[in-house]
């Protein structure tokens, strides 16, 4: 049974996120090489992640409360629907792109904490490291293949047909999850308290393990990074290398096979070093690749460190919700997850607005030797903290 559900989960989830890749990849070029709305896109950008800061907790009760393969057959769901209406619009105005761009931040948003406590739920613990490793395959494997198909299709197709074939992915990805096997397993407290799940859970969490909690928040700071990196790369290729749109897909193609290869090599530092600790080597190395684009202004150089950006990010990725399945009860998970990310999310929208601000002014090697210097600091946190427990 876990062999099938494994698989139906891949095969799934590399459907919906080829397609949804290939468009949320279309939406920042297509605003900055067609439109030239640079800010525009941050501004955007900021939209999403305040709107996600109000969604996150009632996620996160959503989560815990229903069945969590009933919620990713409404996302699923949900996912075709929008995208296919929003593939009706006039393709590449400004008011498509910024609808397309906020729905499929909704999507994620209901995804991401769905998928990690369905995960938690369905497999033994002794399964962990090797289900987040696969899954992080996937959605490598679905990113680099919608680099690819975007560094193509951007020059030859409409917005509407992309946004026609991510839907349709969407749908393939629906039918796929309707046969998970899956019954909803309910914490006997809740069974005698008949209690609705606390919205302030996350915080109950973050008062009672504040080492525990800091060590969770400080490592998401690769993925904080990372969203202002995604916002400055099309901007970075466009002025500072001088690329073109299949540097920005071939970028996303090295990246992504950086970060398979985390996927199916990570568990091997875990034979000599626990998780935590391979979380810190990886950090290390992820801050010093992030200096290294500061001070990069060849596109061969670009490309090739790319592959040491995605295999650190997607080592701490895999480590990190492993850590977090390990130590969180299944009845709380989500609600915690959606508290860190809610704080998360307050953290991209600061980044994101200061370089939206900067960019035009100081360029982007300046603000990648910002990133550069902040990571610096959160790793020196992370140390002092010297969380062991897992």
């Not at 996150?56 to 229903?66: C, E, K, N, Q, S």
């Not at 904080?224 to 897909?249: E, K």
């Amino acid at each position: 049974m876990h062999t099938r559900n494994l698989v139906l989960l891949l095969l799934g989830n590399i459907l919906s996120h080829i397609g949804t890749g290939i468009t949320m990849l279309a939406i920042p070029w297509l605003l900055i090489k067609k439109l030239q709305a640079t800010t525009t896109y941050g501004y955007l950008s900021i939209a999403a992640m305040a709107l996600s800061i109000l969604l996150l907790p009632y996620i996160g009760v959503i989560v815990d409360r229903f069945s969590r393969k009933t919620i990713l057959l409404g996302v699923a769901l949900g996912g075709f629907f929008t995208t296919f209406l929003c593939a009706m619009l006039p393709p590449e105005s400004l008011y498509t792109l910024a609808c397309v761009y906020l729905l499929g931040n909704i999507v994620y948003n209901f995804q991401f904490p769905t998928l990690m406590a369905l995960i938690q739920e369905i497999f033994p613990v002794e399964m962990y490291e090797r289900v987040n490793g696969w899954m992080e395959v996937q959605s490598q494997f679905a990113m680099m293949s919608a680099g690819g198909a975007a560094g193509i299709l951007l020059d030859i197709v409409s917005l509407r047909v992309i946004l026609i074939i991510d839907a349709l992915t969407y749908l393939c990805a629906f039918a796929l999850f309707a046969f998970l096997r899956y019954q909803k397993k309910q914490p006997q407290t809740q069974k005698k308290n008949k209690q609705s799940p606390s919205l302030w859970e996350g915080v109950t969490f973050i008062r009672k393990f504040p080492q525990t909690f800091l060590f969770l928040f400080l490592t998401t700071f690769t993925f904080i990074s990372i969203i202002a990196f995604n916002y400055l790369l099309p901007t970075h290729i466009i002025r500072v290398l001088d690329g073109s749109a299949q540097v920005f897909g071939w970028s996303e193609i090295v990246w992504a096979s950086g970060s398979i290869t985390a996927g199916l090599t990570i568990s091997r530092f875990l034979l000599k070093m626990s998780i935590s600790h391979t979380i810190y080597l990886c950090f290390f190395v992820f801050t010093v690749v992030m200096g290294t684009h500061a001070f990069n202004h060849n596109i061969y150089l670009f490309v090739g460190i790319m592959f040491f950006l995605g295999w650190a990010n997607a080592s701490i990725r895999v480590m990190r919700n492993t850590a977090m399945m390990r130590i969180v009860d299944n009845h709380t998970i989500g609600r915690v997850n959606a508290t860190i990310f809610a704080l998360v999310n307050v953290m991209k929208m600061t980044v994101v607005f200061i370089m939206t601000l900067c960019v035009d002014y100081v360029g982007t090697s300046y603000c990648f030797f910002v990133l550069f210097l902040v990571l610096l600091g959160v790793l020196y946190a992370l140390l002092r903290n010297n969380y062991t427990d897992v």
